[in-house]
């Protein structure tokens, strides 16, 4: 077996997600949207005070990608496993692994990406300066493929589950912790002046780590659900 | 080639089938029967691998598939009662990307050619929601036509398909037979393959 074949396959998968995705922009722009719409109603709740909006603009931020990256997580491997694709996956010759990592990473480029993009333009309506709003760029950059690895082993736990969907939030959001803390603290350390950057090599090692096990974990978890 | 000796499945607190084993050579096809509930399915299931068996073990070509793993994989074919086919793709795009997970990829050309001769070739740019049950299961069955796989397990691949279509189906068990494959069927219609089919009832 070589290793050029698993990529293609995992290209593949990644690359039907997408189409899939782009078929139903309704859904796949789902995320976005709530982002956006959090993070715009908190400054027409609290009011035009400017410092105390730029004090919770970094934890707004976070925690509005936080949420909106779990939109789409309950349907992450729950429409394969239910028409079939997740048996033909797990039964593909290729790695396994390989093929959830590239779901994983279609779910990141779907509802991950357009948030970093969109975090930039909200930032201001919290009066955040510019090197601060490239700080929260670089902790999304970092920190939501975090949140997508992770969400997609409680998705992939909860696969079969009735009110799977609740369940996946109970059990990915204190996995979700450690990026919140790393990921607000970096813009927040910024907005102080202490520098980010011990914030973002925390999130980097998160990233690091989660990418290594989290797909044998969603593996594991989807054979299970499989059986 | 294809060997279960003693196999065992429970459900639950349920015994579905224990003590099934069989042995099936190159050229050889296995029709499994049984009433509905049976275990049927669940016995496919832990011939390709995806569910282990409570008891027993699954063995391919003298080695037991939970040790083959990849290689194993890449020997079987498995077409469960679900089409695994997106409802947002078109049928062209579903047959190319099972292709490309089964590790080979294909072109249009050949896709087409596939749809064509499981004979939804005029469908082959519509939606698979757009698809009617039978032309559904057609189109998961053009898989069988590129398929290199050595050993085919089909769970009830002639539901919802007409007389047209078990009639293809017989014929591309048939060929695939001949040309020294296996092949594992569960179905509650005779197949009307000119192959011998072996026969495994399950709960009798």
């Known amino acids: 077996m070589t290793g050029g074949s698993a990529l293609a396959a995992a290209l593949g998968v990644l690359r ?17 949207f709530f982002f956006v719409i959090v993070a715009s109603l908190f400054p027409l709740g609290i009011g035009p005070e400017p410092d105390l909006l730029r004090r919770i603009g970094p934890g707004v931020l976070w925690v509005g990608a936080l949420l909106a990256t779990m939109l789409a997580l309950a349907r992450l491997f729950a429409a394969d496993y239910e028409d ?13 692994v390989m093929l959830a990592a590239a779901k994983v990473g279609a779910h990141w480029l779907v509802s991950g990406l357009p948030l970093i993009v ?20 670089a902790s999304l950059l970092l920190g939501t493929p975090v949140l997508s690895l992770v969400g997609a082993i409680g998705a992939a736990l909860t696969l079969g589950v009735r009110g799977g969907g609740l369940l996946v939030a109970l059990i990915v959001l204190p996995l979700y912790v450690p990026a919140l803390v790393f990921g607000a ?13 011990a914030h973002l090599s925390l999130l980097g090692a998160c990233l690091v780590i989660a990418g290594f096990f989290a797909p044998w974990a969603i593996t594991a978890a989807l054979r299970i659900a499989l059986e | 080639m294809l060997a279960a000796t003693a196999l065992e499945c429970i459900r639950g607190d349920r015994t579905l089938f224990s003590g099934v084993s069989f042995e099936l050579a190159a050229g050889a096809g296995l029709l499994v029967q049984g009433a509905n509930g ?30 083959l793993g990849e290689a194993y994989r890449r020997e079987v074919l ?12 078109s049928a062209l795009e579903n047959v190319r990307a099972a292709a490309a997970l089964a590790g080979r990829p294909i072109g ?5 050619g596939a749809l064509e001769r499981a004979g939804v070739g005029a469908q082959a740019d519509l939606p698979a929601r757009s698809l009617s049950q039978g032309q559904k299961r057609r189109t998961a069955l053009a898989r069988l036509l590129f398929a290199r796989a050595k050993l085919w397990v089909l769970d009830e691949p002639v539901a919802a398909l007409d007389a047209g279509g078990v009639e293809w189906l017989a014929a591309a068990l048939d060929r695939h037979l001949e040309s ?11 197949l009307a393959t000119g192959a011998r089919f072996e026969m495994l009832k399950l709960g009798a």
Do not use: M
């Open chain 1, 16 to 32: 039907r997600d997408l189409l899939l995705a782009l078929r139903r922009k309704s859904d796949a722009l789902a995320p976005v």
């Open chain 1, 84 to 96: 079939g694709t997740l048996e033909q996956l797990a039964l593909s010759p290729e790695p396994f």
């Open chain 1, 118 to 137: 969109a975090a930039p333009v909200l930032a201001l309506q919290y009066g955040l300066p510019a090197d601060t709003i490239a700080v929260l760029v």
């Open chain 1, 185 to 197: 603290g970096a813009v927040d350390a910024n907005l102080a002046g202490t520098g980010a950057a």
């Open chain 2, 38 to 67: 049976a275990g049927k399915t669940s016995l496919l299931r832990i011939l390709v691998g995806l569910s282990p068996p409570a008891v027993g073990e699954v063995a391919w070509e003298g080695r037991p598939i939970r040790l």
């Open chain 2, 78 to 89: 498995w077409c469960g009662h679900a089409n695994a086919l997106k409802d947002d793709l």
């Open chain 2, 108 to 112: 249009e050309e050949q896709a087409r």
């Open chain 2, 180 to 190: 020294g494959g296996l092949a594992v069927v569960t179905s509650h219609q005779p």
